[in-house]
Each structure stands twice: as C-alpha cells, then as structure tokens.
C-alpha cells in the first residue's frame, strides 16, 4: 500500500504492536539494521482470527516510489502460493493504490499485464483505490489524468470496479465480499474504487486549503466517518452514545498503556525484522560449494541432450542440439549454452528449484539456450514442446522458464519479490538486452541494493545482462556496469563479469547453494557464445569453483621478463590476447577479472607479485571512460599496485553515449584501444 494510512494499517490490521511503533518514533531500533528506513516504509506479518481459523496477513515494506512494490507483491504470493502446494490462486494479494497513482504510473499497466499470464499469475489480485480525489497538491481534472475514472486502467484487463462511497462502511464491507468471492470463483482481479477525501496534507508542512480552498473548506464541516456511522448506530438503537464514547476513550487507553509499559521494558530487537517467514520452504544450513563428480556431469550432459525421436526440430536447432550432444560425449568442447544449462540440470538433480523470467528468455535472445524445444510439426501448445531440463531426474527440482511480458520493472520486481520467499530456489531474471535493464532502475535502487541494509529483507534473485561492445550501436552494448558497482558497499550484491562456460556453470551453483544470500549481477557475453576460445570441457565443471580472477601461470623465466600487466573484464581479453599474439609481446601478462564486486584484492595483489620487474599496470576496457568499471577499480588498484610500477588506463575516451552508432567508428575505437594496450 501507500504511506499514507499506512501507520494506521499496520497496527490496527496487521497487528503490529503499537509499542514497536512507538519505539521507532522514539528510535530506540535504530541500531538493529546496517541503515534502516522510515516508519511508513515498513512492514508487519501479522495473524488474525477468523470463523475459519487465523490468517496470516502480511504487509510488505515499500520505497517512496509509489505503485513499484506491486510486482513484488505478485511475486511474493505466487512464490508463497507455490510454497503452499494449492495452486496459484492459494494466496491473495491486494494492492491499495491512490487515485492519481493507478493513473499516473505506469508500472501499474506492467504488473496488471502479468495478471492472466502463465509465469506470472496469481489468480487475481483485489485492488483497492483510496480516491480522495488529491494527487499531492494536483487535485484540477484536467491536471490529473485524462481518463473519466481513475480506476479505467483495470478496463484492459475487464476486471470488474465496484464503485463505493467511503462514508458509508456497510457498503464498503458489502463491496468487499462482492470482490472476495468474485476472485474466488473466477481467479481474475477486481477494483474497489473507495469514494473518500483526504481530511490532512500530504504531510506535517502541507496545508492543502492553499490550493484547494473550496474542497477544504467542505471538508472542514464533514465530521468524519467514524462520527457519521457511530450517530447511524445509536439512531438505528445499535448502540447508544456513552457506548460509542467508551470505544474511543478505551482505545485511546490502549494506546498510551502501550507507550507507558514500553518505557518500562527493554527494546524487542526482532520487531525491526522482516516482515514475514524467511526460507519457507526449508533451510538445512550454510552449504559449503563443491563441484559435482565427472560421471554425474557428464551423465547429465547426455541426459539434456537426449530427444524423443517424434520431436520435429528446426535445422538450426537441430544443429544446436547435435552439437550438445558432441558436447556430452567429449567430442568437442563446451560452450556457453551448454556450460549454462548444465548448471540448471546439476541443480535440478539436487532438487533444486531453478525460475528463469525475461523476454525471449526460453530461446534466448541469441538464440543460445534453447531450453524449450519446439515440434515444427505441432503446434507450441499442448504436447508441441519439450523441455529437456523437465526430464534431468525422477526426484528432481521444478524448473520453470517463462518468456515474460515485454517490461522489464515489473518482471524484475517480481522476481525479486519471489526470491526473497524462495530462497532455497535458483531465480533468475534476463533483459534481452543489458541496457534495456535500466528500464528497471527504480527495482535494482530500491529492493536489491539496498533492502537487506533497509528491511532485512534478503533476495538471491540473479540479473543476466548481454554486455559487450560488438558495434550494434548504443542501446545494444552496455548493461550500464558502471551503475551496479556504484551501488555496491557493505556486501550488498556480487558484480562478476564470466568470460568461460566453466565460470558461469560453478558461478549459478554457487549462488544457489550458498546460504549469505545477496542479489548476482552478471554481465553476460553476445559474441563469447559461440567465440573458438571461450569454451571449457566437462573436467572443468567437475574440478574447482568459480574463480575471482583467471591470470596466466607463467614460468618464472617468463615472468621475470614482463614488465606490463593488463588487468581488464569480460570479452577485451580475447581481443587482446589474439593482438599480443599477433604483435609477438612477450613482455605483457593479461589478467582476467571475472568478480569485480567484492574487489578480488588480494588475488591480484598475489598474481602481481609474481612479476619482479613489472613497470605499468594497466587497466583496459572496451566501455568508455566515465563508464565500465575504472573509475570503481581504480580506487582498489591505487591502493595495491606498489612503486616502481604505475597504474594506467587505457580504452575509449569519455562519452556522452554509451557506444558507437556506426560499425566503422566502432572498430576505429577499438583498434586504437587495442595499438596502445599491446604495441605501444
């Protein structure tokens, strides 16, 4: 819901005791959390009583920014839902929205567009408007919305909006079981459109009559709801008025015996905890990471890559799972689809679930992954595919891999909020392309970088960004890594950028069996897919474990005769290890930084001092200067490259835009970039 009312729901619905408020107006939690939030940020789970039992009721924490934490409710309830084992109508979200809010933000349209959808759905939400006709001080139709009514958005997916007046709460309550039992039997949402007034500002500073003098003026004479029915109870005999008098003076009561009793007792550290029950679906403890045996590896290999012979591939995919195939057997190595899909299946053997959202993300934008096959001689519903990571074991985990709606805020959300339930699952989203991940900027600022600091509230979901300078212009070129490592402090989030087959493959187990859950950020390759030298073998998917750093393993002969490192990350190394070739330089090393958060100091330091003679340490990437990561690793490279070596950057210089728009300013950028890491 929004803020405000918020306070209000809380105590009075969900449960939270008012003493934990009343701690937080005083601050008495707020050292319990690395930064905290705002009261009318929180949320609670509460259990309340009814004719069938307790319900468990959970209000979920929320940033400013309005309409945003939608998606994530979706994702929450489809995940708990799915917890439950009662199908996805099981859990019941409702989303309260303000009038000009499910008018104006768009990521009300994304997650309603989720609603009927396969992955997505949760068989219907009810929504709540709170139209107090007053979006902050911007009230004049013709400002507002260009829309009748502030609920016209919920028409594009024929939900049914119950129109209420506020001031009478029989009919309010009336509208509510209409919406309960409509969502109940036919799985589909509905809008509750509350008719009321906002009676304060839009806080403490706002005085809304300086803008909305008439409105104010009416509400100044409404007595209030509470005062309208209590006269209709003791006109109707329901009640009489010392009754009502003594509702309000015991609740008042109530209220300040909470404040008094709280002074008097030490502070309930777990009231500032998340707000509802982590690792529902089991947790057996810290995992320690270990690479599976070389048989069950390649026994999974052949597994995926066995198809039902009464399946019809396309050519081109027919040639994709050949090659798997060839893979399985040894017969050539892995690539990057197979390296991928590998990890998935010695997860799903383990019973672990793997989700896997995004557009185009069965296919994959490159066409790469192909985890569902499709007959070319029937139709894609029903029995026209197959999907081979369904069939890794008898008793293995859930895979589910969904092509989402074209949005990327609300699939993000979503997927956020489903990871922070099921975190014993591998959850994963995919932007078809990186840049198009800032479409969901407001979810990676607000929920993954910074709500275990805020909330408490930990996610492993994991974010696939294509990532890479390949002259396709400056929408399809960079995952903004510069973005990322700006939001990186306190642990919050892995940054790493794989360059192998193997890299990926133990970097997704990792992250899956690892219990200090935070968000990976992985920039993924678009030319490295299918490039001649950026594959690996089953051996290495059975050996060893992700790797911060991949640096060459010179003899000391060898080494004694560099006098320049290149440190760089992700596809600039092929391009530059091909030039050093090429150029005959035998006194450059290349490094490779595959997790450039947390910084991998130590390693680099170790592999530096491997060099007795070394002049200049370079740093070279194929994003711009003022993007990339240089300006993050520059401050941890000052502090290990050690005199009479001296640090360098070398790639692009600064730019306004993030790549070329022509292929030949392209390869000119890059073989100057190239001529002065290598032959300069």
């Given at each position: 819901?929004?803020?405000?009312?918020r306070?209000?729901v809380?105590?009075?619905?969900?449960?939270?005791?008012?003493?934990?408020?009343?701690?937080?107006?005083?601050g008495?939690?707020?050292n319990?959390?690395?930064?905290?939030?705002?009261?009318y940020?929180?949320?609670?789970?509460?259990?309340?009583?009814?004719?069938?039992?307790?319900?468990?009721?959970?209000?979920?924490?929320?940033?400013?920014?309005?309409?945003?934490?939608?998606?994530v409710?979706?994702?929450?309830?489809?995940?708990?839902a799915?917890?439950?084992?009662?199908?996805?109508?099981?859990?019941?979200?409702?989303?309260?929205?303000?009038?000009?809010?499910?008018?104006?933000?768009?990521?009300?349209?994304?997650?309603?567009?989720?609603?009927n959808?396969?992955?997505?759905?949760?068989?219907?939400?009810?929504?709540?408007?709170?139209?107090?006709?007053?979006?902050?001080?911007?009230?004049?139709?013709?400002?507002v919305?260009s829309?009748?009514?502030?609920?016209?958005?919920?028409?594009?997916?024929?939900?049914?909006?119950?129109?209420?007046?506020?001031?009478?709460?029989?009919?309010?309550?009336?509208?509510?079981?209409?919406a309960?039992?409509?969502?109940?039997?036919?799985?589909?949402?509905?809008?509750?459109?509350?008719?009321?007034?906002?009676?304060?500002?839009?806080?403490?500073?706002?005085?809304?009559?300086?803008?909305?003098?008439?409105m104010?003026?009416?509400?100044?004479?409404?007595?209030?709801?509470?005062?309208?029915?209590?006269?209709?109870?003791?006109?109707?005999?329901?009640?009489?008025?010392?009754?009502v008098?003594?509702?309000?003076?015991?609740?008042?009561?109530?209220?300040?015996?909470?404040?008094?009793?709280?002074?008097?007792?030490?502070?309930?550290?777990?009231?500032?905890?998340?707000?509802?029950?982590?690792?529902?679906?089991g947790?057996?403890?810290?995992?320690?990471?270990?690479?599976?045996?070389?048989?069950?590896?390649?026994?999974?290999?052949?597994?995926?890559?066995?198809?039902?012979?009464?399946?019809?591939?396309?050519?081109?995919?027919g040639?994709?799972?050949?090659?798997?195939?060839?893979?399985?057997?040894?017969?050539?190595?892995?690539?990057?689809?197979?390296?991928?899909?590998?990890?998935?299946?010695?997860?799903?053997?383990?019973?672990?679930?793997?989700?896997?959202?995004?557009?185009?993300?069965?296919?994959?934008?490159?066409?790469?992954?192909?985890?569902?096959?499709?007959?070319?001689?029937?139709?894609?519903?029903?029995?026209?595919?197959?999907v081979?990571?369904?069939?890794?074991?008898?008793?293995q985990?859930?895979?589910?891999v969904?092509?989402?709606?074209?949005?990327?805020?609300?699939?993000?959300?979503?997927?956020?909020?489903?990871?922070?339930?099921?975190?014993n699952s591998?959850?994963?989203?995919?932007?078809?392309?990186?840049?198009?991940?800032?479409?969901?900027?407001?979810?990676?600022?607000?929920?993954?970088s910074?709500?275990?600091?805020?909330?408490?509230?930990h996610?492993?979901?994991?974010?696939?960004?294509?990532?890479?300078?390949?002259?396709?212009?400056?929408?399809?070129?960079?995952?903004?890594?510069?973005?990322?490592?700006?939001?990186?402090?306190?642990?919050?989030?892995?940054?790493?950028?794989?360059?192998?087959?193997?890299?990926?493959?133990?970097?997704l187990?990792?992250?899956?069996?690892?219990?200090?859950?935070?968000?990976?950020?992985?920039?993924?390759?678009?030319?490295?897919?299918?490039?001649?030298?950026?594959?690996?073998?089953?051996?290495?998917?059975?050996?060893?474990?992700?790797?911060?750093?991949?640096?060459e393993?010179?003899?000391?002969?060898?080494?004694?005769r560099?006098?320049?490192?290149?440190?760089?990350?992700?596809?600039?190394?092929?391009?530059?290890?091909?030039?050093?070739?090429?150029?005959?330089?035998?006194?450059?090393?290349?490094?490779?930084?595959?997790?450039?958060?947390?910084?991998?100091?130590?390693q680099i330091?170790?592999?530096?001092?491997?060099?007795?003679?070394?002049?200049?340490?370079?740093?070279?990437?194929?994003?711009?200067?003022?993007?990339?990561?240089?300006?993050?690793?520059?401050?941890?490279?000052?502090?290990?490259?050690?005199?009479?070596?001296?640090?360098?950057?070398i790639?692009?210089?600064?730019?306004?835009?993030?790549?070329?728009?022509?292929?030949s300013m392209?390869?000119?950028?890059?073989?100057?970039?190239?001529?002065?890491?290598?032959?300069?």
């Amino acid at each position: 819901m929004a803020h405000r009312g918020r306070l209000n729901v809380l105590v009075n619905i969900v449960g939270k005791p008012p003493a934990a408020l009343f701690d937080e107006f005083d601050g008495k939690t707020a050292n319990l959390l690395p930064a905290g939030d705002v009261k009318y940020h929180k949320g609670f789970t509460g259990l309340l009583p009814t004719a069938s039992g307790p319900a468990e009721v959970t209000l979920a924490f929320n940033p400013s920014h309005l309409e945003i934490v939608n998606p994530v409710v979706q994702g929450i309830a489809r995940a708990r839902a799915e917890v439950l084992g009662q199908g996805a109508s099981a859990v019941l979200p409702v989303e309260i929205h303000g009038d000009a809010a499910i008018s104006g933000q768009g990521i009300v349209m994304e997650t309603m567009s989720l609603s009927n959808t396969r992955g997505y759905g949760t068989g219907g939400t009810v929504h709540v408007v709170v139209n107090n006709q007053v979006g902050f001080t911007t009230s004049h139709p013709e400002d507002v919305r260009s829309s009748f009514y502030s609920t016209d958005i919920a028409k594009m997916i024929e939900a049914p909006i119950l129109h209420v007046n506020g001031d009478d709460p029989e009919a309010v309550v009336a509208a509510t079981r209409l919406a309960i039992d409509f969502r109940a039997t036919f799985k589909k949402s509905v809008v509750i459109d509350l008719v009321c007034f906002r009676r304060h500002g839009h806080q403490e500073q706002d005085t809304p009559a300086i803008t909305q003098p008439l409105m104010y003026r009416s509400i100044a004479g409404h007595p209030g709801v509470r005062t309208l029915y209590a006269k209709k109870l003791v006109d109707e005999r329901v009640m009489m008025a010392e009754d009502v008098e003594k509702l309000v003076h015991d609740y008042r009561d109530r209220l300040d015996a909470a404040q008094t009793a709280e002074e008097e007792k030490p502070v309930d550290k777990k009231s500032e905890e998340v707000s509802w029950p982590q690792l529902l679906d089991g947790n057996v403890g810290r995992i320690y990471y270990a690479a599976p045996l070389p048989d069950h590896v390649q026994k999974l290999a052949l597994k995926i890559t066995s198809i039902p012979e009464q399946y019809s591939l396309h050519p081109l995919v027919g040639k994709v799972v050949s090659a798997r195939r060839e893979m399985a057997e040894g017969k050539r190595p892995l690539d990057w689809g197979m390296g991928e899909h590998l990890a998935f299946a010695s997860l799903l053997s383990a019973g672990i679930d793997v989700r896997l959202s995004g557009q185009d993300s069965e296919r994959g934008t490159f066409s790469h992954r192909h985890a569902v096959l499709h007959d070319q001689k029937r139709s894609s519903r029903g029995e026209g595919t197959y999907v081979p990571l369904h069939n890794v074991s008898e008793a293995q985990g859930r895979f589910s891999v969904s092509n989402s709606i074209l949005s990327e805020a609300a699939v993000l959300a979503f997927e956020y909020g489903y990871s922070i339930v099921r975190q014993n699952s591998l959850v994963l989203w995919e932007a078809q392309f990186g840049d198009f991940a800032n479409g969901a900027q407001v979810v990676i600022d607000n929920f993954l970088s910074a709500g275990a600091a805020k909330w408490g509230q930990h996610s492993g979901v994991t974010m696939l960004l294509p990532h890479g300078q390949e002259g396709e212009g400056p929408e399809h070129a960079s995952a903004r890594l510069e973005r990322y490592l700006q939001l990186c402090a306190q642990e919050n989030m892995r940054v790493c950028q794989p360059t192998t087959p193997a890299q990926i493959f133990h970097l997704l187990r990792m992250q899956a069996v690892l219990q200090d859950r935070v968000p990976l950020i992985v920039m993924t390759p678009k030319s490295l897919l299918r490039h001649p030298e950026a594959v690996s073998s089953l051996e290495d998917l059975a050996h060893g474990r992700f790797n911060e750093i991949l640096a060459e393993s010179p003899t000391k002969q060898a080494a004694s005769r560099v006098d320049r490192v290149i440190l760089c990350s992700g596809k600039v190394y092929f391009e530059l290890l091909e030039r050093r070739r090429q150029a005959g330089k035998g006194n450059i090393a290349l490094i490779r930084v595959e997790q450039l958060y947390p910084f991998p100091a130590k390693q680099i330091s170790l592999e530096l001092a491997r060099y007795p003679n070394l002049k200049s340490v370079v740093w070279c990437q194929e994003e711009s200067k003022n993007q990339g990561s240089w300006n993050f690793v520059m401050e941890q490279l000052l502090e290990i490259v050690k005199a009479p070596a001296a640090l360098r950057y070398i790639g692009p210089e600064a730019t306004a835009s993030t790549a070329p728009g022509y292929k030949s300013m392209h390869v000119a950028r890059q073989e100057k970039y190239l001529h002065a890491a290598i032959e300069e």
